[in-house]
């Protein structure tokens, strides 16, 4: 305690009143520092405070300082923009803020500057700032006003109370002529509800808060028109907020921006912040109500910089609308009965079949020698052909659909307040895993047998050695053991797997949002080529099947182009699907006839095939389903229902992830008459 006086007596006798603003505001830092300590305490931060007020009154020639330092501070610094801008983006775009966050975080702010808002986090740079200010109690609060800002015998009265009534109106005028162009811009006025948008909410904005500072201008801030004038600016702000919401009907209907979502998310946090000033200027306690606000700020200030928080905020309406789009899709990849579960089984061995003629062409593209980006490109649109093919023909591909299905699966999460919510979710899982691992026999138990035989049809033409010899054929059997990178390769396809679901998703969005099907349908120079009937067929279609095209598409590029786009940067990376690597071990056992049975390496690398498909299946579907409950918003007690309830089926019905057996006993449906009666009673 001692060492600590020390330290307080040498900061307050560092003061100095004429010291250019770049020292004057060290000093201030420095004196904060020590406040702030290195306990995590607040309570210690509490009585440092205290004890700076203790120093302070035992010495008369620093409060005549102080007053100069505190007055030169006030007229020459700015705190506007900090109560009315501080966490909020300097232009209402997504990017520009990623990239000013960026900057702030690679470029440190200099102590030389008006700016009260680029200050505060030299002042504040910690969150424990923000416990140690709430903490401070209401006399500790009396004291800092009437020791420290309030008047001085000699000195006469502080500018305190003007100033900090003059820069509470300044950032109220400043943060609602914010609210209001942004409530006023194209891309959200348009979108409003057409009854909300009738009665201006926004328009009406500005003048309700000038009825407000002209009354406390004129009677004071706690008069009574002053009262009743912020009365109607809380109603109008609430007002503003119910309009916005209506914007959300609106994208839910039409597709997600993450820019327009970005602007109502700062749009809902400025009229939170304006109802904050507005308890301000009303409090009885002003201390209080200043020491509770800078505590926010201290926490929007934190929260502000981080890059994590600023991509998961903007980003969860468009996630969410990800999610359900490919739900939609999804649920057609998951088989509830036995009927389903062999239409699986055929539809999965029909995609085999073509994924053999795939892995002759990726072969026979290997062997042309072209350069690794070429190699990538042509393999790329290979299997996008084939995997569209594959759509268009009804067929499926393993491991392809967790991506797509785990966002139907985490629809069941809407209902996780319900009593069997937990249990309904595991139902899904299990249709879910069972039907890709039909998926993945009926693909490997066509593809492989279909592989032999297309390698005996092309060595009887004489080409097959062309693509495949016995020495690449051993290096396949080789790099499919188990034991070596297969599982890291398999996890990264897994990814792959994942992002084209995301894509898939973000396309229709897109899609939508921009009301592409409506310009298909109905532009004239469109319906001019193609005629109104046939136009219009064409905006359905594509309206239907849009993240069909883009999930298939993406997926074969990715597979083909990052293998050599990412080797480029020294990274080996390797395309491990299941369906294709057991392509290519067949065909490299066919190159090296039945005695390939006697190999080791044959045996290891069906196990690799195994492996790869249960890595495939694993990683992409972890990845949606993270992604469902991001989007959900499922809290982590939630989780450990989930969780649990799982556990439980793995343990007591652990055939039920293999065959298609019932899971459990329907819900009881109600008889007709008494739901009639029902019905007829709620009438």
């Known amino acids: 305690m001692a060492s600590s006086q020390l330290d307080l ?106 700016d009260i808002h680029d200050l505060f986090g030299l002042l504040f740079p910690s969150e424990r700032d923000a416990r140690w ?38 950032a109220l005028a400043h943060a609602i002529s914010q609210i209001s162009a942004v409530g006023q811009s194209s891309d959200v006025r348009l979108r409003m509800s057409a009854a909300v948008s009738a009665k201006r909410p926004f328009l009406d904005l500005p003048m309700v808060f000038e009825t407000l500072r002209r009354a406390v201008l004129a009677h004071g801030r706690q008069s009574a028109p002053a009262l009743v004038a912020s009365g109607q600016l809380r109603e109008q702000l609430d007002a503003c907020r119910a309009a916005a919401a209506t914007v959300y009907t609106h994208l839910e209907e039409h597709g997600i921006s993450v820019h327009l979502e970005f602007q109502l998310r700062q749009l809902r946090q400025r009229i939170i912040r304006v109802k904050a000033l507005l308890l301000c200027l009303e409090t009885d306690a002003p201390a209080q109500a200043t020491a509770q606000l800078l505590s926010h700020l201290v926490r929007v200030n934190h929260d502000s910089r981080s890059l994590g928080a600023l991509l998961a905020s903007s980003t969860e309406l468009l996630a969410a609308k990800v999610t359900e789009r490919n739900a939609e899709t999804g649920q057609h990849y998951i088989t509830r009965t036995t009927a389903d579960y062999l239409h699986m ?27 690794a980006f ?78 032999f035989l297309l390698s005996m049809l092309l060595g009887w033409l004489g080409w097959g050695h062309r693509a495949m010899d016995p020495i690449h054929a051993q290096i396949i059997l080789d790099q499919h053991d188990p034991l070596g990178p297969t599982v890291l390769y398999a996890a990264a396809t897994g990814v792959m797997l994942f992002a084209s679901s995301v894509i898939a998703g973000w396309v229709e969005n897109w899609f939508v949002f921009h009301r592409l099907d409506s310009v298909i349908a109905y532009h004239p120079r469109v319906t001019r080529r193609l005629g109104a009937t046939r136009a219009q067929r064409w905006a359905d279609y ?21 293998p050599p786009i990412v080797s480029f940067f020294g990274l080996p990376l390797e395309v491990r699907h299941v369906t294709l690597v057991a392509g290519q071990i067949a065909a490299a056992a066919h190159e090296l006839g039945a005695e390939v049975l006697r190999e080791p390496d044959w045996w290891w690398a069906l196990g690799g095939i195994a492996i790869t498909g249960l890595t495939n299946l694993a990683s992409s ?53 008494a739901t009639t009666d029902a019905a007829g009673d709620a009438g």
């Open 9 to 114: 007596v040498e900061q307050l006798q560092a003061i100095d009143p004429e010291a250019p603003p770049a020292e004057r505001h060290l000093w201030l830092i420095r004196l904060l520092d020590w406040i702030r300590g290195d306990s995590d305490n607040p309570e210690m931060a509490v009585a440092r405070v205290r004890m700076l007020l203790d120093a302070a009154e035992l010495r008369p020639d620093f409060l005549k300082l102080w007053q100069q330092w505190w007055e030169e501070f006030l007229t020459s610094t700015d705190a506007t923009s900090l109560l009315a801008d501080l966490g909020f983006a300097p232009r209402s775009s997504f990017a520009s803020e990623l990239l000013h966050r960026l900057g702030r975080k690679l470029l440190p702010v200099a102590p030389d500057t008006t």
């Open 133 to 170: 200010l709430r903490a401070l109690d209401e006399r500790t609060l009396q004291r800092l006003r009437t020791v420290l800002f309030q008047a001085d015998p000699e000195q006469g009265p502080t500018p305190v109370p003007r100033y900090a009534l003059r820069t509470l109106l300044d």
């Open 345 to 371: 089984l055929g539809a999965a061995a029909g995609g085999g079949a073509v994924l053999a003629g795939t892995t002759w062409i990726k072969l026979a593209v290997g062997a042309l020698g072209l350069a």
């Open 374 to 451: 070429w190699t990538g490109v042509w393999a790329g649109i290979n299997y996008a052909v084939a995997f569209v093919i594959i759509m268009l023909l009804g067929w499926t591909v393993a491991t392809k659909q967790p991506a797509m299905t785990a966002p139907a699966m985490a629809a069941k999460l809407k209902n996780m307040r319900d009593a069997d919510g937990a249990e309904d979710f595991v139902d899904e899982v299990v249709y879910l895993l069972r039907s890709q691992l039909v998926a993945i026999l009926g693909n490997v138990g066509l593809v492989m047998p279909v592989v």
């Open 542 to 562: 594509w309206r239907q099947n849009i993240s069909g095209w883009a999930a298939n598409i993406s997926l074969g590029l990715m597979l083909g182009m990052l």
């Open 621 to 673: 579907f972890w990845l949606a389903f993270r992604l469902a409950l991001t989007a959900q918003n499922v809290p982590a007690v939630d989780r450990r229902r989930l969780y649990a309830a799982l556990g439980r089926r793995v343990l007591r019905q652990p055939h039920t992830f293999l065959l298609p057996v019932r899971l459990r006993p329907a819900a009881p449906q109600a008889p007709a008459a």
